[in-house]
Each structure stands twice: as structure tokens, then as C-alpha cells.
């Protein structure tokens, strides 16, 4: 059997609202999306989502890593090759990234679940991630949200098996951005794009997906639907005859589109809440449209999340002010850290701050971090390595105003790891007055600074969430 061993997501703390955007640009204000951090990217995300997919597992047997997002960092450089380090994949891990089309997402999962099948790989992590960025004062602020999902797909046993897809291509322009823009472009005509797009290529899609799997609407427990925002999301479900299969709170409710990563994520929350032989509908869209059905399997009760996407849409935080989102956005000046960087330390360096590797000694069993030649406690040089752990307590902390960052002040912490070492890093998604030494927290792979015109990434503390 074929599917999904595990699934992940991201939700980003902060949330612009509605009631912000009112105040600034007047009208009326309701709603809210998730807001990428200053130091959150789509790659950044995508490792986040893709950690909490693998938890605590052996990734040994994973073979492929499939990276998609319409805004990745980079445009000329592997990105899925430094979410396979992040991840702690082999050397010999297939790599690629996916882009262009909003279906992206679901094209790395069905590729993924097709390599699998295939027999080429044992298992194959997915991750979409977007962060689409618009003009200020459009009404596109407020509905394009930030966002990441993931997924392991392989064999039994599975949480949920792959029972078919249906893919329909259309060259159909609606949403693009070309080389150099810095906004994103949609066509103004919404009639038009949902009659002669949504409306004809997501029913192709579905009707294919059933007639292939041999199922009727009504078998359907939960659909998980790309939509442009969360008003047309309940119109398309219940024009496609899937009322009853409307999710109970539609993560774009309170995260906005998230683009590429919308089913993905959407599909993580759906199996929180699973029953077996549940049936889930996956459908995206994007120059066409493209349809997946898994079914739930009796290990679905046993699935407990890393960080439950139900938890992160409620520990969401309101951005305020409003300049803040446009420094994050780099919509006005900002002052940005451009430190030195070095290419060859960061080869040299990339198992210890890529993949997390200190040393432990074999003698006194103390753990080192940064790595050294000798131990720190008994001086012996039989030191070997030794993975961290991502979590443990604030030792100590201090607050630094005077380094340029959109979200002052800037808090550095010193943290003792569970199961050994200390380490020092940045706090970020925290409010700096609740900072306490024996806080719980949990390192986060984030951008650093961009020394040499590279984006640097490094791991910050953030609070453990607690659920």
C-alpha cells in the first residue's frame, strides 16, 4: 500500500488583519492571514513544515526530495538540496525543485507518491511553501497569506493510502509574474477567471479523479480545495456538489491563500481530524487543475502531529504597526545586515550548522557544540558525532537594541539542549517581555543575514509550542 506516512505544516505567529489594513487605508476591516516573519522565507518555511513532518524519524530510507513553491530564494540554485541537509538526507537523495504553476504542490506529491510506486525510491519528502508578495493597499494584502506543507510519502504503514489522480492542463493566464517583477499580477476580471477557469478546470479534474477511482461525491468525507480566497472557497465547494464535505475550519480561513502550499497544508489539517476509510478529495489549481483521493487507514488514530495546524492557526498573533509588515516586506528602505560570508567555511561548516551535528566523548559522554578537537570536560580527543536535540530551556538571555532589525530589540539566548550541549542563538517569533530563563524552546532554521549577496541561513530559539 501506497500513501502518506506522515504529514507536516507551518503557520506563521504573526496575522495581518483586516482591521489593521482598514485603519490604514480606510474602508471596512474584517478577516486576517498569516504573515511571514522578517527572517521566514519559502525555503525557511518549507524546512519548518518538512521537520515536523519527519519528527523523530529515520529518514535512511528516504531517496527523494521534492521542493515546490512559486517563490523560492533562489532562482539559479538548488533550494531542495538545503532543505535535504536541514532534513538530515543522504548524500545520495534525489533533489528538485517545482515552480510556475499553483499545482505545483500537488505535482511534487503525485511525483513523489509515482516514484514510490515506481520502486526507484523506498521514501520521498515533499514540501510546497509560498510567500507571494503584493502591492500595498491592494485588495490582495489581505487575502494572499504565507504558508507551508509537507508530507512523507511511502509504504505501509501508511496513515493514508493514494487511491488515484487526474491531472488536466490548460494554458490559462490568470495569476503570473515574469523575470524581475516584484508584485504579483492578477487579472482584474474575477468573473471571467472563475468561468472560463476555476469553474471548467476544477470539475474536469474532479470528474476524472472519480470516474478513475470509481468513487461518487457522496463518498467523499473531506475536501481539501485550492481557492483564490476564503468567500470563493465556500462557493466552489458547494457548487461541486461537496457541501457536506466542507472542512470544519478551512485553514484559509485564518491564513489565507497560501498558494502553492494550500493543499498540501489544507491536507495536514484534514488528517488531524480522520477516521479510517475517511475519504479525503485533494484538489489544486493552477493552468488547470489537478486531483488527488487518499483514504484514511486505521493507523490514522495513532497519528499525532508535531505541531498540529489546528494549534498554530490559534497561537496566531495580530502584526502591529503597520510599518513593521512594510519593513518586513521590504516595501520601504530597511537597514540589511550584510555580514562576511564565506563559501568554503560554509562547505566546511555544513554538517554542524546545516544538519545540526555537534560531538559527544566517548570518555565523559559531555556533548560539544560547535564541534572542536578536544572535549571541553576531560580534554580527550575521542569525540564523535552527535546529532542535536532541537529543544531545551533558556540558561540565560540578553536584549540588544542597537542591531539593525525590523523587530526590535534583538534577543540572544543561551539555551541548554535535552540530552546535552548549550547553545547560542537568536530568539525570534517571541515577545520579548515574556522572555524568562527555563523557558521552553525549540530551534527553527531562519535566514540570517545575506553577507556576499547570499541569503545565510542559520538556527534562531523560538517558544515551544505548547498544545
Request: hydrophobic letters at 45%.
Given at each position: 500500500m501506497i500513501g502518506l506516512v506522515s504529514v507536516g505544516a507551518h503557520i506563521p505567529r504573526y496575522r495581518l488583519t483586516g482591521a489593521l489594513l482598514a485603519s490604514v487605508w480606510g474602508g471596512g476591516g474584517g478577516g486576517e492571514r498569516a504573515v511571514a516573519n522578517y527572517d521566514e522565507d519559502s525555503l525557511t518555511m518549507a524546512c519548518e513544515a518538512a521537520l515536523n513532518a519527519l519528527g523523530s524519524r529515520d529518514v535512511s530510507r528516504i531517496g527523494a526530495c521534492f521542493l515546490a513553491s512559486t517563490s523560492l530564494p533562489y532562482v539559479e540554485k538548488s533550494n531542495a538540496t538545503l532543505l535535504a541537509s536541514v532534513a538530515d538526507l543522504g548524500r545520495d537523495v534525489v533533489t528538485a525543485d517545482l515552480g510556475g504553476s499553483l499545482r505545483c504542490g500537488t505535482t511534487a506529491l503525485r511525483l513523489a507518491l509515482d516514484a514510490v510506486r515506481a520502486g526507484s525510491v523506498a521514501e520521498a519528502l515533499v514540501a510546497a511553501s509560498d510567500i507571494r508578495v503584493v502591492a500595498p493597499g491592494t485588495e490582495l494584502e489581505l487575502l494572499l497569506g504565507d504558508g507551508a506543507g509537507a508530507a512523507l510519502v511511502g509504504a505501509d504503514p501508511v496513515i493514508a493510502s493514494f487511491e488515484g489522480a487526474h491531472t488536466v492542463s490548460h494554458e490559462f493566464t490568470d495569476v503570473w509574474r515574469t523575470q524581475g517583477d516584484r508584485y504579483l499580477n492578477v487579472l482584474p476580471d474575477m468573473t471571467f477567471i472563475k468561468g472560463y477557469g476555476l469553474d471548467r478546470h476544477i470539475p474536469e479534474a474532479v470528474d476524472g479523479v472519480l470516474d478513475r477511482t470509481g468513487r461518487k461525491k457522496a463518498d467523499i468525507t473531506t475536501l481539501v480545495l485550492y481557492a483564490p480566497d476564503a468567500r470563493m472557497h465556500g462557493v466552489l465547494i458547494r457548487q461541486l456538489g461537496f457541501g457536506s464535505a466542507m472542512p470544519k475550519e478551512p485553514v484559509i480561513g485564518r491564513a489565507g491563500n497560501t498558494g502553492s502550499a494550500s493543499c498540501l497544508l489544507g491536507l495536514a489539517s484534514a488528517l488531524e481530524t480522520a477516521k479510517p476509510h475517511d475519504q479525503i478529495l485533494v484538489v489544486s489549481y493552477g493552468n488547470g487543475a489537478e486531483a488527488l483521493l487518499f483514504e484514511a487507514t486505521d493507523a490514522i488514530e495513532a497519528h499525532r502531529p508535531v505541531r498540529?495546524?489546528?494549534?498554530?492557526?490559534?497561537?496566531?498573533?495580530?502584526?502591529?504597526?503597520?510599518?513593521?509588515?512594510?519593513?518586513?516586506?521590504?516595501?520601504?528602505?530597511?537597514?540589511?545586515?550584510?555580514?562576511f560570508t564565506s563559501v568554503p567555511t560554509m562547505v566546511r561548516e555544513e554538517r554542524q550548522n546545516f544538519r545540526l551535528y555537534g560531538q559527544k566523548c566517548a570518555d565523559c559522554g559531555a556533548v560539544s557544540y560547535p564541534r572542536r578537537h578536544l572535549c571541553w570536560q576531560c580534554s580527550s580527543a575521542r569525540l564523535g558525532d552527535y546529532r542535536l536535540s532541537r529543544r531545551g530551556k533558556v540558561f540565560t538571555f540578553t536584549k540588544d537594541f542597537l542591531v539593525p532589525n525590523p523587530d526590535p530589540p534583538t534577543v540572544m539566548v543561551a539555551a541548554d539542549l535535552e540530552g546535552g550541549a548549550r547553545f547560542f542563538a537568536q530568539l525570534t517569533d517571541a515577545d520579548p517581555a515574556t522572555v524568562a530563563v527555563d523557558m521552553p524552546v525549540e530551534l527553527t532554521f531562519r535566514r540570517i543575514h545575506e553577507g556576499e549577496d547570499l541569503v545565510n541561513y542559520f538556527w534562531k530559539f523560538r517558544p515551544l509550542l505548547t498544545v
Open positions: 498540529p495546524v489546528a494549534a498554530q492557526l490559534a497561537n496566531g498573533r495580530a502584526l502591529a504597526p503597520y510599518g513593521k509588515f512594510l519593513h518586513f516586506r521590504r516595501h520601504v528602505e530597511t537597514e540589511v545586515i550584510r555580514a
